[in-house]
């Protein structure tokens, strides 16, 4: 059996405040000693397993918008969907028109 870890050791380790690891010690599990509470690093390390977040597969793919703007308004058909650099496209084409309509107007 590895030594059970206090509080201020899982503190540290996961760069964290004291406070903090008392607040989440029902999600990493604890041992009760009377008065104390300590950790088994086994369950410390699970823990950091759990709290691990990588790209998903929706993620991976580029994030699509539920409604395309341009297209509100026009009836009979739902909304298709838009890429987040569609988005960015048609904002910076928009800019783009808004600063040539200014420059005109100052001409």
């Not at 989440?24 to 599990?29: E, R, S």
């Not at 838009?82 to 800019?95: C, F, G, H, M, Y």
Request: proline share 5%; aromatic share 6%; net charge positive.
């Amino acid at each position: 059996m590895t030594p059970l870890m206090p509080p201020s050791e899982v503190a540290e380790l996961l760069a964290i405040s004291e406070r903090k690891v008392y607040a989440i010690k029902h999600l990493i599990g604890y041992v009760a000693l009377g008065g104390n509470v300590r950790f088994e690093r086994e369950a410390v390390d699970a823990y950091i397993e759990s709290c691990k977040r990588g790209p998903s597969r929706e993620e991976q793919q580029k994030w699509v918008s539920r409604f395309d703007t341009a297209h509100l308004g026009e009836g009979g058909s739902s909304p298709s969907r838009v890429s987040a650099a569609d988005i960015s496209e048609r904002l910076s084409r928009k800019r783009k028109q808004s600063s040539s309509q200014r420059s005109e107007r100052l001409n």
